[in-house]
Structures are given as C-alpha cells and as structure tokens.
C-alpha cells in the first residue's frame, strides 16, 4: 500500500511539474541596413527601412532584451509598432488607458481586442511608445535609457531584433523517439480503428487496452505472489496468537521479527508484487505526455512546433496573436481541437506573427496538418474533451454556461477511482495485522480519500480526455481483478487450518492468548518484552523465575550502585504500564 501511495503521489507531482519542451532556437539576429545599401524597392517589410532608424544596433539590441524580459509590455509595444490584427496602430485605452495595476506591474487580459480594450490611431503615437519603453525599463533590473526620441521605424526595429526562428527540422532527443512510436501507435488506431471518425479519445481507449492485455503476465505473477502471501495466513496467525494481549513496542518488533523470519523461510518477499505498479507508471507518465502534444508526438511536427504554437495562440490580438486561452498550458491538443473546429482560417494571422522571423512556415507547417486530414478529433459528440475542467470555472460565466459539463469529468473521476480502489481492495489479498494494529486500517481509509482526490486535481489541470482515460483504466483494472480472482483463487481455511499451524510452529503444547484487563492495562501474567527472556515463563505463559546467574548479577550490580545488601529478585511487571489505574487492582499486584 505504501509503494502505491508513493507511486500516485510521484505521478501528481510529475503530472502537476511536467512541461512542454523547449519552444525555440537561439535568437535569430536581424541586422539593420544602411540607406545606401537598401532601397524601398528591394525591403519587404517596413521595419527594414534602416535610413530612418535614429537609434544605434546598442541601443535597440538593449530594448529589445528588456521588453523580452516582459512579455505583456511585448504585446503593448507590439500593437503601438502596428504588429497586430488589424495592420493598424493600436493605443491601449481601457480603464483610462492604465495599463498598469496598483501595485505598478503590466497588466491587461491577453484576450483584448480592437473593439473593447484598444484603439486604432492614424499615425504613430512616439510619447505612447516611448511611455511603454520607460515603464518597462522601471520593472527592468537593467541599466537600460529610454531615447528622448522615438520614430516609427526605431519601433519596428526594435520588434524585428525580439524575433526568433522557429527550428522547424529537430525531432528530438531519443526519449522523445520512443514516445514518438508510442504515438504513432495512437495515431494508426486513430487514423484505422475508429470508423472513420478520427477520434482521439476511442484510440485512447484501445490503447488501455492493449496496455491492460500486455500487463496480464504480470497481474498472473502478482496473483500467484498473493496466493503465496495468503498460504502463510496460518501460521502468521499463530504467532500473532502466540503475542496476543501484548501491545508494547518491544512485543511489537518480536512479533514483526518472526514473521519476516516465516517469510524468509518460506522464500516469499513482499515486495515481489510491486513491479507491476513500477512499471505502470512511466507508462501513465508517457501517455500523458503523447496526448497533451499530439502535433509532436502523433502528426510528427518539429520539437519546437508546439512551443511556438502554444505562444502564438495566447498572444493578444492587439499583438497579432490569436487572443487564445490554454487551461493547461502544457500541450498543443486544445489549439488543435480550435482548429478542427474553427479551419485553418481562424489562424491566419499566424503568417505576419511578429514573434518569429518564419512565422509564416510555421502557417505552411500548420495547414499542412490540416490538408492532411490528420487533425484527430478529441470530441464526444458535441463535447470537446480536448478542453480542460478547469477552463470551465476559471475562464468566465459564458464559457461556463455552454462547458459547464466539463466539470463532470474530475467528479466522476473521483467516483470510478474511489469504487474500483475498495472493490480491489476485496478482491486482492489483505496482509493479518495485529489486533490493536489500527495504524494500518487508517492508513488503507486515507488512501481510499487521498487516491481519488489527487486524481481529482489532476483531472482538473490537464485535457478532460485524460480524466476519461483514467477513468476507463480503472474500470478495466477492476474487471482484470474480478477474472483473476475467479481464474486463480485465494486459497481459504478453517479453525482446523489455524490449529494445525500453531502446533507446527510451537509444538503440541502452544501458549495460550493474554487478555487485556478491562481497564485497558495487562494482566499479571503478562510481562513486557523490553527485557526480552522467554526462560522466565513456561510455554503456558506462567512465570517460573529468572536464572540464578541472571538474578545475582543484575541483583548485586543494583545492590552495588545503591549501596544497599543483595535481596531476592521479584517478577518482572510489565514495564509498558507504568501508571496503573486506581480502579485495576490486579495489575497494581504482580
């Protein structure tokens, strides 16, 4: 049960610390050109314009770190340089045009567009550019000057020098090869299994599957480790007999002892029938990685296709991004669901992004997804499992209303998990614990709360198709559990079974069980095991006294130290009680 706890909460803080991969390629720099070597006739964007530049490659190269430093005084700078939707210069006027919060920090919702957050202007607004530029240099912990002076194509050089190339031929590094044939096996079952629909979540679901049939040769080892485990029932109970009535720490770790020798004995580990919860993980931990991003790892795009997709989509408008939200922030499954749902259209302004000096590869790259008819499809009828729960209740009351069903997907989550755990639980073989050992059941009773909770929360942060996968795992490892459990039985006993392992562990005349005295403390004949010396007591548990050589020695030893004459030794007393109640008479009586 421990292995397993750690296992769910290695896989939460993988699931909850797991990112998508690095996104771009070193800067791509991007020289400005003298007047006397460039004409109008031979530039294809305006920020090439280098006759007009009033600032020096230093000063731009320095601006352009700093508003890179700042991504949402990136966007700011970008729709005052015209860099957005609408081939306009955009000024930020809502709230009064404050685009700062109280505390001071760039602030505004990535999602403002033209018509409720910005305004178009005529010409180049130099002192709204400029206010921009002096703000981010405050939040700055560079030494960084602001020019007094600021001209159109000073503005655009600056963005032209933040662009990066997107490396759109690196497929990655060879752990990401075979999560790449791990989704290319999703993506054939896609493409040929699912009638034609394309869908991604009935892919998944095969893929549980045949996950589930390639484990059955260990669950079979498993079960035969429980079998093995459930033999030793008897005798493991003759020596929690044998101790019966004892519960003081030393008793405790005597009881342990014997059974760890049994186990020895009878050449069984108990840790034998974890390897399969060992090897299940890394596979819980790639699939999720293949269904987040299946632009990298299903359709076979460059590593850094995701990354540059993901900014694009959550860039303002006012920016010349799409003005998207992503609940997760960790795959490129939700932008795909927008695009098989909205076409290639509705990303259009991918081709002139200003982020990236290939932005518009990285559009060819894109439709050349859609041409393909590759785009899986990650809907339940009209429900796009591609979103993520959260989403529903952080996004806002009108995408709540027609998501709301989204937040089905972490109850039932819980639901499956917190039924198929008790039900396995009844099925698979319980490990005898003491009888005053109620750490143990507390235990099992967290786990059965925390389990399904943290698969909660993590089915609220990723793709609701992950909480349907999960769900449907669970449901097919209780099935294997129900078959298993018919197929290979645990074997069962009777009082006669249990009678017969104690006399061969202890012989015809085994010690009876010690009952606690009502009052919750031991009976006289009951000694504690701090002093372990089962030669006190005779095999009825009665004491017989201790050995002469062990009396004198700890007698004059004591003698000596107080400086008193030797006396005879008494009985040992159970050391676990120190206070005994006023009402037990017997045990205050040795």
Known sequence: MLVKLLAGVMLAFVLIGATVPAAFAEEATTEAQSAEQTTEAETSAPEQEAGNVSLSEDQIKALAEMLSANDLARQLFMAAAGYNQWNAYLKFTANEGKYLNDKGEFNFDTTLTKDNGFTAMDSFDAG???????????????????PETLTEPDAKAIVAKMQTAVDLENKGNFIDAILRGVGYVLGLMTKYLTFGTNNYILSLLYFGLIVELLMIPMAISQQKNMIKQAKLRPKEM??????????????????????????QKENYSPFSGCLPLLIQLPIMIALYQVVIDPAFYVLGQ????????????????????????LGSQ???????????????????????????????????????IEEAGGIPSVNIGSWNFGLNPWSAVSTGSGFFASHW?????????????????????????????????????????MMDIMMPLMSVYISFIVPAAIGVYWMFKSVLTTVKQLIMKKVMPLPTFTEEDYKAAEKELY????????????????????????????????????????PAAAETTQTESGNAASGQAPAMAAPLKDESDKHPKSGDADDQNS
């Not at 709204?128 to 602001?146: F, G, H, M, N, P």
């Not at 296709?305 to 900014?311: K, W």
Request: glycine share 8%.
């Open 405 to 445: 069903w989204l937040l089905l997907v972490p109850v039932l989550t819980f639901v499956v998990y917190f039924a198929s755990t008790k039900i396995n639980r009844k099925l698979s073989y319980q490990p005898t614990t003491a009888e005053n050992d109620k750490a143990t059941g507390c235990s099992n009773n």
């Open 302 to 325: 460059a590593k850094a296709f995701s990354g540059a997709m993901m900014q694009y989509f959550t860039t303002s408008q006012a920016a010349g991004g799409f003005g998207g939200v």
């Open 330 to 368: 960790r795959g490129t499954i939700e932008i795909l669901s927008k695009l098989r749902e909205n076409g290639i259209e509705a990303f259009e302004s991918l081709k002139s992004f200003g982020y990236f000096s290939n932005s518009e590869a990285l559009y060819n790259a894109l439709h050349g």
């Open 238 to 263: 003759a020596i929690r007999r044998r101790y019966a009535g004892r519960n003081d720490q030393a008793t405790m770790q005597k009881v342990n002892q014997e059974i760890q020798e049994l186990y």
């Open 507 to 546: 012989g015809k005349n085994p010690s009876k069980p010690h009952k606690a005295s009502n009052g919750g403390t031991k009976n006289p004949n009951v000694r504690s095991l701090h002093h372990i010396d089962d030669d006190e007591y005779d095999s009825k548990g009665n004491y017989i006294g201790r």
């Open 128 to 146: 709204y550019a400029r206010q921009i530029l002096k703000d981010a240099a405050e939040k700055s912990k560079k030494d960084v000057t602001v």
